[in-house]
């Protein structure tokens, strides 16, 4: 049963455009968000995280968006850049859960 | 310097066969884990252990073995090997529950083909 999903397996942008990537969760219990990113033949890389206190955490380009009522978030990052493309999986969990449930991922291009 | 490394990165062997994947992580953290990933893109753990106690054993075949034999070392052993162990295998490691702020630090990964 996969409890976090991202259902846009790809994406494709233009370079300098906003890239949105979307994440869904059924556990009302998740509040604790993050995004990662992997280049082919690398381990995932911590991007950004957001708890559930707050509705947007930011960082540079990248910002997360949670919307609880909703059981979404986003990442979005502005402006997009060409090194930007990879998978990047969100994840989630408890404040008593020992482990991280993530996503499929979603593998984004952007175009120079 | 490499946080988390996992040898070997490229595994072909037979069905039948017994291997094991190491992992070192050189972050002084605490908690270890292995995760799989299969053809689908799926990220799923299998097991976690926390200063080489085993703290998630998630429903995995019994073919499937971790040995911690301290805190810094998760290895993987994998007895009998079939077709469906065919996968990417991350070994990741964290600091505290949930990894704190940063999340946890992944290895490049181990992809196991069985032939």
């Known amino acids: 049963d996969q409890q976090v999903k991202q259902n846009s397996p790809s994406l494709s942008v233009q370079e300098g455009r906003i890239s949105i990537l979307n994440c869904d969760y059924t556990n009302s219990m998740f509040d604790y968000f993050l995004w990662y990113k992997k280049y082919p033949a690398e381990g995932p890389t911590f991007l950004i995280s957001?708890?559930?206190?707050?509705d947007k955490n930011e960082d540079g380009r990248f910002t997360v968006f949670l919307n609880k009522s909703a059981k979404h978030l986003s990442l979005h990052i502005v402006p997009s850049q060409p090194g930007d493309s990879a998978v990047y999986f969100c994840?989630?969990?408890?404040?008593?859960?020992?482990?991280?449930?993530f996503g499929t991922g979603t593998s984004l291009t952007v175009i120079p | 310097d490499t946080a988390v490394s996992q040898t070997p990165k490229y595994l072909v062997t037979q069905m039948g066969n017994d291997k094991s994947i190491k992992c070192e992580q050189n972050?002084?953290?605490?908690?270890m884990y292995w995760y799989k990933q299969d053809s689908k893109k799926f990220l799923k753990i299998m097991f976690s252990y926390n200063n080489k106690e085993l703290i998630i054993n998630e429903t995995v075949p019994n073919r499937f073995s971790p040995k911690s034999p301290d805190k810094a070392h998760l290895n993987l052993h994998i007895n009998s090997l079939e077709l469906g162990d065919s996968a990417v295998y991350f070994c990741a490691s964290s600091q505290e529950h949930r990894g704190g702020h940063y999340g946890y630090t992944f290895g490049s990964g181990t992809r196991l083909t069985v032939v």
């Open positions: 972050l002084g953290h605490d908690t």
């Open positions: 994840a989630a969990s408890t404040d008593t859960g020992n482990q991280f449930y």
């Open positions: 957001i708890s559930s206190i707050k």
